[in-house]
Every structure is written in C-alpha cells, then in structure tokens.
C-alpha cells in the first residue's frame, strides 16, 4: 500500500470529519447538515463501511477524508496530505512530500512573502528608514504589542530595496518577484510595488501569508490611501479577513464576529480587549467570506460608518449572511466615528455600544422610517419596498413576522395588506430561485437509476436478495450508464460470492465506476420493514425506467417521423421514390402506437 493509502487505513474518516461538523446516526451511515452549502435538511452522508462522504443536497460534493480536508479547509492536496499524515503518525517519504504545478508555486509565494515580511519588519523597527513610519504609528496608539502581533512593517520608498534583497541574497528571479505581487516591471528590471508605505501583512486563517496591504503615511499626498497585492495564486481579496489569524480564537469563544471597516479599527479594538473583531478588504461580505466565519460564530455584527456607503455595505452583505443561517446585528458607534476613532475618544461609550448591539432589521427599519414621511403614501410605499425584499430573506417565521407586524404599525397600514406585498416580492425572489434549482437538475432517468442501484446495493446482504430484484429489473437499466455497468458487475460478483461485502466488491471495479458506486452506499434511503417492501419498491422503480425509456423513444420515432414527412414532400413535387418513403413512415407509425400501446397498459 502506498503512503496515500496507508494515512487513509488510519484516520477514522467519521471520528475525523466529527470534529468539524455534528454528525448524527443515520442506519448504518452518519448524516449532518452539509458544511459546503446552506440547507435545513440534513443531505450530507458519510459512511464508515467505505469511509467515504457525499452531499446529496445542490453542492453534490463527495470522495474521501482527503477530499474532506482539502474542501473544508481550502487545501491542496499535499499539503492535506502533509496535514493527515501528521495526526496518523505517518513519516512521509521524501517523494510524497514533493509537490508539483501549482502547489510548488504556491509553496514559493508564500516562502517569498515570510521573507518580505521579516525584511519589512526589520524595516520598521530596526532601520532608519522606518523611523517615520513609526512614529507615525505611535502617534495613532499602536504600541510594539501590536506591531509584533500584527507583524507590521515598512516599505522603503527606495524603489528597489526588497526586490534586490529577495533576487541578489535570496536568489529569487524577476519572475518570482512579478508572481508574488511584490514587484512589477520596468522595462527589464523589477521595482517595489509597494513604496513608503506602511506594511500590513494579510494572513489567512490557517497563518499563510496571501498578500500585503500598503498605507501612505502622509494623507496629504495625491495617491490611494491603501494598496494591496494585486490577485496572485495565492491571493484572491474576495476571500481574504484581516486579522482573523489572531482573533479566530476569540471569535469562536464568543461565538460573535463584529465586523468593521480597516486594520487600524482591528488592531484598536484588540488592544482594548475587544479580540473577536476582522476587517473586510472591500465593502460587502461575499459567500467565501461568510462560509469561513459561519465556522467560528453564529452572531455576525457589523460595525460600519453610518455613511451612505456603510450602510449600503450592510445591505449587501446581509442576503449572504442570512443565506448561511447567521445572525446578522448592528454596533451603532457614538457620533457615527469609525471603530478607532471612537475608542481613542471614548473607550467606555463604545465598549457600550458594542454590548448593545441591536439587530439589523431594527436598524433598518430605524433608518429607512427616518428617511421618508410615513404620513403619505408615497413615503409608505418607499418603506415597504426598501425593507420587505430583507425581511423576505429571513429564514425564521417567528422572526420575520415580528418585523412584518412592526413595519404595519408604522406605516399605520393593515397587517394583511403588508403580508399580500411581502408575498409578491417573495414570488419574484422565487421565480428567479427555482430557475436556478432547475438549471442544476440531472435527467430524471439518471436520478432514478441511482435510486435503484442504492436500493440494490445497500439491501443485497447476499445472493438471493440480489436476483430477486434482478429479476424484476432486468431489461428496464441502459448498459451503456454507470448504473446499468455496476448491475453487470454485480451479477459476476454474485456468481462467484454468496455474501455482499462492499470492499471486495469495490475492487472489482474501474476508477471510473466507482463514485457512482460510492453515492449508492450512501444515498439516504426511505426505511423499509421487510424485503417484500423493498422488491415491491424495486418493482415499481423499474416500471418507472420502463416509462421513461418508452417516453424517450416516442420522442425519438415522432421526429423521425417528421423528417420522413419533410422527405416525402420533396419526393412528391419531384416524383422519385415517393413510395418508399410513405412506407417507412408507415412503419415508424406502427412501432410509435405499440409503444403507445405499453405506456397506457403500464
Ligand atoms: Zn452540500
């Protein structure tokens, strides 16, 4: 066995993905709530018989305890590999451990970007070139606790200082500098992307540094404010959180996450003791974003200017908040000053406000009210359109009827006719959802197939059982869909063996069989209280193939048809062959009605 296999035999998949997601018994597989996508129905399988898991739900994603890692925690795979060997007390061997492609650049960035890191902070507090810089930072409150915790650094304005530190002593390429975002081109030599600026550095959640963030420390000057890396391999600012490599702990204590607008407002609010605090790069949260959080807390809190901006910020984040089932709240910050400014005035007022927070449709519903004149109809239909598509987002009835009968009130109009409008902003959400579902659906014949096979494999508990249902089935499975290939399978294995045993029987079968066989074992069927039942549920099952292969073929006689009739016009107006023509169209008739014919007796 190879090394793969070896820390695969020696992780118990169900004790393992336990860890991350609550599992409960389900027959003889386990089920959770699917941790890749949103659902309230449990349709994510794990199966300790063949230790591999699968979502049945829309996110249709499966395979084994590596596939897990790599998923979950956005992995590739030798670095899972690296990861699951660890906890096996596995020593890999030196070939395992090279990595290739993609992997071996990444691995190269993020070397490259320790390397900037050291050379910025060494910058900052150790050379003269850092003086200014800080002091700057100083004078904004953020002591050496802080520039260690938050690795801060700074870039020379030199032009040139870390790329030639990284090409002549490290002896990286040009290339290398241009990958990591670190330099860019001039003509044929490579300059500093980031110049006198103070150094951020952005680390991910698992301690990787992804990228850099460069503030100017004179606001006088006509240029960005921040910088950051520009998308890399390694990079993507759609996914990155600041600061959650130091407050993730924190932020899974208090099971909140409060978020706010900038480094400063972080690296502040950790000093004051307020630790479970991150800052998004950009202004709405997106789905990467809130699926990385949703690990940590339930309670997400924003804490955004109350400018136009802020709020409108707020807004878009919170469809993809409640799309995750999190509870969205709001920090309304004294004086409407960002989260540092109004520590640095007034620590007490603010460590209130942060207790108070108050949840996100109040401050709406506050905020568009006070916006308007609710007296004419005009400022009520303005309300209503605002708020209804948020409170329609709203996962919990409970919830949203309290908003529903609040709004009414204030708009002094009557609770039915605010329930008639949420209903027809509802239908045109709706409508625009389904479309989306009915893009994903498979073949009906295809889903049934698998049914059918998962009705089969995890009830044969031997031979018989086996061709009983073969017997009623045979005939209605195309041989050339994995379904109908794993049947034929199935019935040498049974020639040979009286007792299913779904490991042998697995290894009967070709790589490209097999995740077919794998979402059988664990596809989550009805229970059944006898085999009767279940080859009466086969019966009817292949019936229903049998209908849908007739539909099928109907379908394909009609068009037949119509060609043979398009054919026979030509060869009348031209007078050849026109007879043969009517001929086979009047056997493709004939067949067309017998099919019929089996469909109306079926
Ligand atoms: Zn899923």
């Known amino acids: 066995m190879d090394q793969v ?30 941790p890749f996508h949103t659902e309230k129905t449990a349709s994510f399988v794990i199966s300790p018989e063949r230790q591999i898991w699968h979502c049945f739900g829309t996110c249709n994603k ?68 850092g003086k200014k810089a800080l002091d700057y930072l100083k004078k904004r409150g953020i002591n050496e606790k802080l520039i260690e915790a938050f690795m801060l650094g ?36 490579v300059s500093d992307f980031f110049r006198g600026r103070l150094i951020f550095p952005l680390v991910d959640h698992r301690d990787n540094i992804v990228g850099f963030s460069g503030r100017i420390l004179d606001n006088d000057i006509k240029t960005s404010k921040y910088i950051n ?10 996914d990155h959180i600041f600061g ?54 339930e309670k997400v809190t924003f804490c955004f200017d109350t400018d136009k901006a802020g709020q409108e910020a707020v807004k878009r984040s919170l469809s993809v908040v409640e799309k995750k089932g999190l509870m969205p709240t709001v920090i309304e910050v004294p004086g409407g000053k960002d989260a540092d400014e109004a520590l640095r005035s007034d620590p007490g007022a603010f460590k209130k406000a942060v207790k108070n927070d108050i949840s996100i449709y109040d401050y709406l519903l506050e905020k568009t009210i006070s916006s308007v004149d609710v007296k004419i109809a ?35 109009t009557s609770y039915e006719s605010i329930v008639r409008e949420m209903e027809r902003v509802e239908k045109k959400e709706k409508t625009t959802a389904t479309t989306e579902i009915l893009k994903l659906k498979r073949p009906k014949e295809e889903i049934t197939e698998e049914y059918l096979l998962a009705l ?47 490991k042998k029987f697995a290894n009967t079968l070709p790589q490209e069989l097999l995740t077919t066989f794998d979402k059988s074992i664990l596809y ?63 056997s493709l008739q004939k067949e067309y009605s017998a099919l019929a014919a089996e469909l109306r007796g079926s």
């Not at 305890?65 to 030798?78: I, R, S």
């Not at 890396?229 to 759609?238: A, D, M, P, S």
């Open 524 to 586: 989550p069927l009805p229970v059944f209280t006898d085999a009767e039942k279940i080859i009466k549920e086969v019966e009817k099952i292949a019936k229903l193939l049998r209908t849908f292969y007739i539909q099928e073929k109907m379908r394909y006689i009609a068009e037949e048809i119509k060609k043979e009739e398009a054919a026979l016009s030509v060869a009348d107006a031209k007078g050849t062959g026109g007879s043969r023509v009517s001929k086979e169209i009047e």
């Open 62 to 129: 499966g395979g084994d305890v590596y596939q897990f890692l790599m998923e979950y925690e956005k992995m590739d795979f030798p670095e899972a590999l690296r990861t699951l060997a660890k906890r096996a007390g596995v020593e890999l061997k030196e070939r395992n451990q090279g990595s290739s492609g993609d992997t071996y650049k990444k691995e190269k960035l993020y070397e490259i970007n320790i390397l900037a890191k050291q050379y910025y902070h060494y910058v900052l507090t150790k050379h003269d070139a």
């Open 456 to 502: 089969i494999v995890q009830n044969s508990k031997d031979a018989s059982f086996f061709q009983k249902a073969r017997d009623v089935f045979s005939g209605n499975l195309n041989k050339n869909r994995a379904v109908g290939k794993i049947m034929d399978k199935l019935s040498s294995f049974f020639g040979k063996e009286k007792i299913f045993d779904s």
């Open 154 to 189: 700074f870039a020379p304005s030199s032009g040139s200082a870390l790329t030639s530190y990284l090409i002549n002593k490290k002896k990286y390429s040009k290339q290398d500098m241009l990958d990591a975002g670190l330099g860019y081109s001039r003509g044929s030599s």
């Open 229 to 238: 890396t520009r998308e890399t391999l390694i990079y993507h600012k759609g």
């Open 5 to 34: 296999g070896e820390i695969r035999e020696k992780i118990d998949i169900v004790s393992f993905i336990s860890e991350f997601v609550t599992l409960n018994k389900a027959g003889r597989n386990f089920k959770a709530n699917c």
């Open 244 to 297: 959650i490599n130091n407050t993730k702990d924190a932020i899974r204590r208090t099971n909140q996450v409060i978020i706010l607008e900038g480094e400063f407002d972080v690296m502040t609010c950790f000093e004051n003791g307020i630790s479970n605090v991150i800052a998004v790069k950009g202004t709405a949260l997106t789905d990467s974003q809130v699926n990385l959080l949703g690990r940590y807390a």
């Open 378 to 412: 005009v400022g009520k239909k303005k309300v209503a359109d605002t708020l209804l598509p948020f409170i329609a987002q709203i996962r919990n009835e409970i919830i949203r009827e309290h908003y529903l009968k609040k709004i009414s009130t204030e708009l002094d």
